[in-house]
T-cell receptor, first 113, second 112 residues
């Protein structure tokens, strides 16, 4: 069964460093998303991406964040200068079409020291 | 602020019983509703989705939607210990492109 994959599973970084989280969405899906979940809190929407551009973003997704689809399979989330409060699980999701169900990857645990 | 509310639980049920999980949402224009299961330290796993008022059944799971009351629920029949997890209600708040707003989740404990 096709699934969303994410790498790395765990990333530890120093405050102020740049990190890139990688995702491979399900191959025939066209809509891609990033969510995050701070430990013990709810899953929060960050950004949606379609046709090589951002379709919607949340207040969390400020200038420190960017997304890219560098090739036909990968979808990345970059945090330019990490802060302690960026420590969270970051989930990538994809859907076949808009308003279809979203399937989540296993997540990347980001720890900022 | 568009919100999704769930009782955090835990909801404790014995094995074989029916577990009933509830969710309310604030945006009357919401169109799509999803239930995800999340085991500790894992990612959300889609269980059910529902778009129309009424009931939708899939195996042991039934989703119920009442748009007039802005209420969606999930029933789990014949609950198993392996159903013990946090159940997340997610709502597409009809902002144009799909953007799921999640509740905090209800922790379900099924005792053998």
């Amino acid at each position: 069964e096709p699934e969303v994959t994410q790498t790395p599973s765990h990333q530890v970084t120093q405050m102020g460093q740049e990190v890139i989280l990688r995702c491979v969405p399900i191959s025939n899906h066209l809509y891609f998303y990033w969510y995050r979940q701070i430990l013990g809190q709810k899953v929060e929407f960050l950004v949606s991406f379609y046709n090589n551009e951002i379709s919607e973003k949340s207040e969390i997704f400020d200038d420190q964040f960017s997304v890219e689809r560098p090739d036909g399979s990968n979808f990345t989330l970059k945090i330019r200068s990490t802060k302690l409060e960026d420590s969270a699980m970051y989930f990538c999701a994809s859907s076949e079409a808009d308003y279809n169900e979203q399937f989540f990857g296993p997540g990347t645990r980001l720890t900022v020291l | 602020q568009k919100e999704v509310e769930q009782n955090s639980g835990p909801l404790s049920v014995p094995e074989g019983a029916i577990a009933s999980l509830n969710c309310t949402y604030s945006d009357r224009g919401s169109q799509s509703f999803f239930w995800y299961r999340q085991y500790s330290g894992k990612s959300p796993e889609l269980i059910m989705f529902i778009y129309s008022n009424g009931d939708k059944e899939d195996g042991r799971f039934t989703a119920q939607l009442n748009k007039a009351s802005q209420y969606v629920s999930l029933l789990i029949r014949d609950s198993q210990p392996s159903d013990s997890a946090t159940y997340l209600c997610a709502v597409d708040m009809n902002t144009g492109f799909q953007k799921l707003v999640f509740g905090t989740g209800t922790r379900l404990l099924v005792s053998p």
